[in-house]
């Protein structure tokens, strides 16, 4: 019994983790980038899931059958919360390129209190029902005290996504030009890449990972409200920073980490504080080593 | 004109994509029904039409403004605002005697409703004070400036519930309690830099409410204290309505109490640390800056007028739970210090009265506040980084005709 509570707090802790992870990488991405806390990217994955829920509520009444409804409810979030990362550096991180540090940060913070309440006023601020896109799965039915399909899912899915997303980083000629923009953007430009094209594609890809992490916990969960980005943009920013902020493997490990963590704490501390572990990791990493878990650490220019 | 008229067809058509899901599908997941809101999606093109073009103008009148270089007199015009109210004498010195009639009679000539109103806005002013001297003198990002607000009002709420101090008692030490903490919580993260502290104050921030919220023994956790004393004045007995119009009082002497410590402390060598560290923190510890007792003072002195005023909201409403100290009262006194222009007290003052007052008295209004503030915030970054009345550094030596403007 003591060794299946702990491995189902170990399921849940990973299912938590990559999905963390998932949001972690479009933080970690901007960040190596243009040196920006997106704010606003909770907001996305909320976007997201959001989407997902209005599109698979629609189809449901016009009889749509489950896996259709999946890929299609799927497919419009992810073009849904890419348009909105793609709309949102337009008009709030672009103008502010040059600015001094504090103001796309404050900007930011404007925009995902702006797309928070946007999504309140326009739907409901209560909790909505998210249908259960994700099929249960048969064979899994014995051992669903431990890993759950859902849960399965989940893991799949974001561990493909993160192998997608290094192979089109290490291999592909946009990948090859984020990581010329992220070593040194006016040398980059130098050599002809479209720095402003780059960054958009930068927003576009982790709009997408947040969205893709936004209906897999809808459906895990199985209620979202406008309010469930905050919460999860805050933890996958501790997720980036845990792992190295800028560094994309640091993501994914920092990620897993922080959700085995909180799964862990909740499971055999309290799960009140569960919130509080998170902030807390965050604290002392800052504190003790800022760089992160797989970051190097910068020497100020003078 | 007709490149205007084609780049803003294409927004419409892409703002009227984004929004269709939100603005005209409604789906109840209950009751599996559908509702088309169709008449919505006329009012997002008609507004993403005209909003493309104003965005458009604007931008290209900010690239102008850049273009022409900086020169400050290419610019005097629309900078001038803040000087003008506060160096021409015949605007200034009317302005004020107005401003202090209102203020003297309004609890004579509104009822206590308002002045309890009034009392609110007045605490904001005082916390968009102190969060102006950690944001806006010393270049400090804080997101969780909620947090030394709820330990002033619990320090209140607190001492007496268990030990019935009373008010004027509680008065000085929940300020004390809220730069304490405001050390406590610097000291760690006084290495970090500008944006990683803003996420770690607003890990504070959240963790004070959850704190508040499960501490059950001490705090009483979600229902909060009730029956908290209000001031009192030696002893005397007076009913509720005498009480806010006292309160009202006492919050406009601490008002004023707050413009002058931060504006003595503006000019002074601390202050001008405080923003010397802003500008560029290497240089200004090569010149002998003390990095850490610098940060530390500046979050103390913030936190500080937090824990007072904390104090006070706690006796105004007599009932204090978590749920006053979320997030969204960070984000509102940030935007307070934002609109109003960061370092700048006049402008800050008139932020809090118009955030504050405005929602109270428009109810429509009400419920698009956030949504407001959010896109004021980015507006403001984006147009008006200096807010609305810029902060005007004080300069030294022979007097000129215009005093140099903080742009920034």
Known sequence: MEYENFLGYFVSGLTRGSIYALIALGYTMVYGI?????????????????????????????????????????????IYAAAYGYTLERIAYRPL???????????????????????????????????????????????AHVVGSAELVILITSALSMIALTLLIKYAKIGKAMRATQQDMIMARLVGIDVDRVISVTFIIGSILAAIGGILVGSYIGQINFYIGFMAGVKAFTAAVLGGIGNIPG????????????????????????????????????????????????KPKV | MLSYLKSSLVATVWFVFLSFPFMVVKVNTLKNSVEWRWLNLLWVAIG?????????????????????????????PKLTLGERILNDRKIYRPLLAVLTAVILLFPFVFDSYQ????????????????????????????????????????????????YDVG???????????GALFGILLGFPILRLRGDYLAIVTLGFGLIAKIVLENWEEVTNGAKGI?????????????DIATTTIYTYYLMIVLVLFTIFVTNRIKDSRIGRAWMALREDEIACVAMGVDMARTKLSAYAFGAFWAGLVGVIFAARNTYINPNSFTFMESAIVLSIVVLGGMGSIVG???????????????????????????????????????GLISNVRKTYGPRRSAPEVNRD
């Open chain 1, 34 to 78: 243009i040196q920006l806390i997106n704010f606003a990217h909770g907001e996305i994955y909320m976007i997201g899931a959001f989407v997902a829920l209005i599109v698979s509520g629609v189809l449901t009444i016009y009889g749509f059958s489950g896996v259709s409804i999946l890929v299609l409810a799927g497919l419009i979030a992810i």
């Open chain 1, 97 to 143: 390129r040059s600015a001094p540090r504090l103001s796309p940060l404050i900007s930011a913070i404007g925009m995902s209190l702006f797309l928070q309440n946007y999504v309140l006023l326009a739907q409901t601020p209560d909790f909505l029902r998210f249908p259960q896109l994700i099929p249960e799965i048969a064979l899994l039915q014995p051992y």
């Open chain 1, 251 to 298: 993501a994914v490990l920092g990620g897993l980490v922080l959700g085995l963590a909180e799964s862990l704490a909740a499971g055999y501390i309290s799960s009140a504080y569960e919130d509080v572990f998170a902030f807390g990791v965050l604290v002392l990493i800052l504190i003790l080593r800022p760089s992160g878990l797989l970051g190097k650490a910068i």
């Open chain 2, 48 to 76: 993403a039409f005209f909003l493309s073009a104003l965005w458009r103008w604007a931008m290209e009148r900010r690239h102008r403004g850049g273009a022409s270089g900086e020169s400050a007199h290419a610019d005097t």
């Open chain 2, 115 to 162: 002045v309890s109103i009034m009392l609110l806005a007045l605490i904001f002013v005082v916390l968009g004070l102190g969060l102006n001297i950690t944001v806006g003198l010393a270049g400090l990002l804080d997101l969780g400036y909620v947090a030394f607000f709820a330990v002033g009002a619990y320090s209140y709420g607190l001492l007496s519930f268990y």
């Open chain 2, 167 to 177: 008010f004027w008692t509680a008065l000085p030490i929940g300020g004390l309690v």
């Open chain 2, 226 to 238: 009730a029956n908290i004393g209000r001031p009192g004045l030696f002893g005397l007995q007076m």
């Open chain 2, 348 to 386: 800050v003052i008139i932020a809090a009265l118009v955030l504050i007052l405005l929602p109270e008295y428009l109810r429509a209004f009400a419920d698009y506040r956030m949504l407001i503030f959010g896109a004021v915030m980015v507006l403001m970054m984006i147009f008006r980084p200096q």
